[in-house]
């Protein structure tokens, strides 16, 4: 049981680069976040998926874009990406009910 | 004003002490609350998930809520150097509700051997 993983660890991107990063959990939770953390900010809510197929926005959306295939993949992709998108990503999943568990998380650096 | 107000720290305390990490917070809705444990250039690890008042105890930790003063707190007994990490208090008004999970900015907490 891996729980939840994040693909990469790490990443530097140039300004106006995109990527793609995965997340993928075991758990067969309905439920996935993606958040980011930043010195002082605390956890933001970037998007939320509560199911297969759907995803919605959550605080901090613009920028970012998520796709939900499989219920145990959530994939968030910076199309152009901005040093304000500096920060370490961290993927959820839960139940409908409960806590989130997170992923190890990806530091991400653009310059 | 944040919802969730956490004092950042650092707290530092020698090994065997009692520890009390708290979190205010002003939404009166909010019912459900979880404390997270989070070491350096890791995630967030779930400690302890309540609901409403009153206290509940997992072995060193005590999780404990107090819906009308709107503070909750987390007591650690027996303080180890393990313990050493940054703390997240978290909250919600929907046991159900996605996007509606606030997380305090966290407290970081230091056991001296």
């Known amino acids: 049981n891996a729980g939840v993983t994040q693909t990469p660890k790490f990443r530097v991107l140039k300004t106006g680069q995109s990527m793609t990063l995965l997340c993928a959990q075991d758990m067969n939770h309905e439920y996935m976040y993606w958040y980011r953390q930043d010195p002082g900010m605390g956890l933001r809510l970037i998007h939320y998926s509560v199911g297969e197929g759907t995803t919605a926005k959550g605080e901090v959306p613009d920028g970012y874009n998520v796709s939900r295939l499989k219920k145990q993949n959530f994939l968030l992709g910076l199309e152009s990406a901005a040093p304000s998108q500096t920060s370490v990503y961290f993927c959820a999943s839960s139940y409908r009910t409960g806590g989130p568990s997170f992923g190890p998380g990806t530091r991400l650096t653009v310059t | 004003q944040k919802e969730v107000e956490q004092d950042p720290g650092p707290l530092s305390v020698p090994e065997g002490a009692i520890v009390s990490l708290n979190c205010t917070y002003s939404n009166s809705a909010f019912q459900y609350f979880m404390w997270y444990r989070q070491y350096s250039r890791k995630g967030p690890e779930l400690l302890m998930y309540?609901?409403?008042?009153g206290n509940k105890e997992d072995g060193r930790f005590t999780a404990q809520v107090d819906k009308s003063s709107k503070y909750i707190s987390l007591f650690i007994r027996d303080s180890q150097p393990s313990d050493s990490a940054t703390y997240l208090c978290?909250?919600?008004?929907?046991?159900?509700?996605?996007?509606?999970?606030?997380f305090g900015s966290g407290t970081r907490l230091s056991i001296r051997p």
């Open positions: 309540t609901y409403s008042s």
């Open positions: 978290a909250m919600s008004a929907w046991h159900s509700s996605a996007s509606k999970i606030i």
